[in-house]
C-alpha cells in the first residue's frame, strides 16, 4: 500500500551494505531484546488487541453519534494527534457529518481554551479525556474546565453519562477520577506509548465518532504489521525507508521534510513530527522532522528549498487518486487564460506540479527526493499509513542507536514550569 520510490535521491544508496544492520535491528524488534523494549505492545497490536475493548469502542461511538453534536477530544501529544490526522486524513476539513470533532488540553493558551468552551457552552457536547499518566497538566486544567461546565450545565448525573476516559487501565489519577466518578473508560495499554497508540482506544474512540470505520483502519494496520515484519530491504518498505534516513542523517543531513500534496493531511505532518522527533532527539542526534504542504508552501518555503542552503531532504507522500474529482469548467471568454486546462481534473494540475516541482527540487536544487507513493486514502490505507511510518521510526532510531520510546528531555520544561508554579516538590 505504501511503496517507496528512491529515484530521486541523487545518490545510490548501497542497501545490500546496510542488510546485515537491518537485519540484526529486525531481530531486535522482534524479540524485543533492544532499549526500550517494554513500549512494544504496538508492534502485533493489530492482532493482539482486545476485540471485546474494540466492540464498547465502537457502541460508545454510536450512542456519541446519536446523543451529541460535538465531541471534545482532550489530550495532548500522543493522547491527540494520531486521532486529529485521521480524523482529517479521512473526513476532510468542511466535514458535515456529526458530531463535530474539537480539540482540547494541547494549550495552556487562555485564548485557545476560552474561545473554545465559548464555543460548545450551547451545544449538545461530550468530553473523550485521554491521557495515560493522568496528570499532564494542559489535559488536567482544560478537563477540569470542561467537566466544571457540563456539569453546570446538564448535571452531574448527565455528564457522567457524556464522559468517556482513556487512560491506564489500573493506575493515575484520571483512572481513580473515573473510577469514583462512573465515567466509562477505555484502556491504554502500559506497553503501548503515546506516539505510538493511534491503534489503542486513544485514537480509535474519537476516529469511531468521526465516522471512521474502526474496523477497516485495524485491517489495514493489521496488513502493514504481516507484510512490514519481512527484513529484507528488498521488500520491506519501511525499513528501506528507515535506511534512506538513516543514510541522509549521516551524510550531513540535518532536516527531514515531510511533505505532501492534500491540506487534509496537515495533521499528519503533526504527528509524524513528534513520531519522529520524540523517538530519535535524543543523545544530541536525529534529523529535525518538519513538514510542509504543496503547493501551497512552494509559495512560501519553496524558495527555501530550492535556492537555500541544503540541510534538508524531502519526503513526499503522494496520493494517486484522490476521494473527489474536480473538474475544471470551460469559460467562453477565457479571460483567465485557464481553458487549456479546461475537461481536465485537479488531481492531473495537482500531479504535474509535484512532478515539475520534483524536478526543480531534485535537478535544479539538488535536494533529495524520497517518494512513498499511495494509490489512494481511505480507512484501510490509513491503517496501513500509520503502522508503516510506526515501523520505520523503530527501525530508523535504532540504526541511529537511540532508544525509539522514551522521551527523557519532555520533562525538563515541566520540571521548570512546576517549580516557577509553586507546585510541591519543585
Ligand atoms: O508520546 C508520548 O508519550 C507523549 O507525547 C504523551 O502522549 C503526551 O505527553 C501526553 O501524555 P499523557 O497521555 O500521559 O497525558
Redesign the pocket.
Known sequence: MVKVNAENLLVNIDFDKYQKRANEVNKMIDEKSGPGNDFLGWLNYPETYDKAELEQIIKSAVFIRKNFDVLVVC?????Y?GARAGIEALKGLHSKDKPEIIFLGQTFSSDYVYETLEYIKDKKFAINV???????TE?AISFRLLKELLEKKVGKKEAQKAIFAT?DASK?ALKELSIKEGYQTFV?PGDV?????VFTA?GLLPLAVAGVDVRKLMAGAYKAMVELRNPSLKENQAYKYAVIRDYFYRNGKQVELFVSYEPRLVQLGEWFK?LFG?SEGKDIKGLLPDSATFSTDLHSLGQFIQDGSKVLFETILFIKKPMNEVIIPEDKEDLDGLNYLKGKSLQFVNEKAFLGTLKAHTETGKVPNCILEMEKLNDEAMGYLFYFFMKTCAMSAYLLDVNPFN?PG?EVYKKNMFHLLGKKGY
Do not use: A
Open positions: 489530550g495532548i501529544g500522543g493522547s494527534l485521554i491521557s495515560k499518566s493522568g496528570t499532564t489535559t487512560t493515575g491504554l506509548g503515546g506516539r505510538y497508540s486513544v513528534q520524540e522521551q519532555v
